[in-house]
Structures are given as C-alpha cells and as structure tokens.
Nanobody, 127 residues
C-alpha cells in the first residue's frame, strides 16, 4: 500500500509560480511511475505529467508543456510539480498518483493505469 499526500497549493496571481510536492509513504515508492493530474470544477480529471521510476522517461500534456516540470527525489520519497507562468485556466484541484506496477520503465498517461491517489491540493489563479 502507498499513501500519497500533496502539498504546496494555494492562491497565486497570473504569471506566478508554485511548486507542488507529493510525499509518499509505504512500500516500493521508488519503483513506481508517478503522475500529476488535475480536475477543474465541472470538468473531468486530466493528465498533466508523468515520470518513470528512474526519471528517464517523462511526459507532459500539451497544455502545460514548457510551463510545468515534473521531477522526483526517490531518497525523499517525494515527487514534485514545478508550475510556472500560471494562468486562470490552471485553477483546479491537483492530484498525484502512483502506478502500482514496479519497474515498468513506462510513465503512464492514462488515469486508469494508476493505483494510488492523493487527496488533492487546490491551486487557484484568479482572473
């Protein structure tokens, strides 16, 4: 079992930056791919970024590519999402997720490929 806790959300002005953290506890975190997703009010949850267990494969959604950066620190059991040039349309609840299959080498982009989810952290960028 893996428990994920996101932090770092908040209120930020347009053009500002935030760094989200996702702290993992439990077994085998370092062997799992990790992903970040978000869900805005009235919309479906959408993929943002993913990273495989050894940080050799990364994927980004087109909507955040060149603005967001995913990284992980396995020694700290933590994955990060650095968000720059934030826009009002980035307002959402942000979730991290862990793929429960160890050492696959892949970095999934589909929600249904993730087995563990955090509770989410709110990011608000006022118009």
């Amino acid at each position: 079992q893996v428990r994920l806790v996101e932090s770092g959300g908040g209120l930020v002005q347009t053009g500002g930056s935030l760094r989200l953290s996702c702290a993992a506890s439990g077994r085998s975190f370092t062997s799992y791919a990790m992903g970040w997703f978000r869900q805005a009010p009235g919309k479906e949850r959408e993929f943002l970024a993913s990273i495989n267990w050894r940080s050799s494969r990364l994927y980004y959604a087109d909507s955040v590519k060149d603005r967001f950066t995913i990284s992980r620190a396995n020694a700290r059991n933590t994955v990060y999402l650095q968000m720059n040039s934030l826009k009002p349309e980035d307002t959402a609840v942000y979730y991290c997720a862990a793929d429960g299959v160890p050492y696959t080498g892949d970095a999934p982009r589909e929600e249904n490929e993730y087995d563990y989810w955090g509770q989410g952290t709110q990011v608000t960028v006022p118009p």
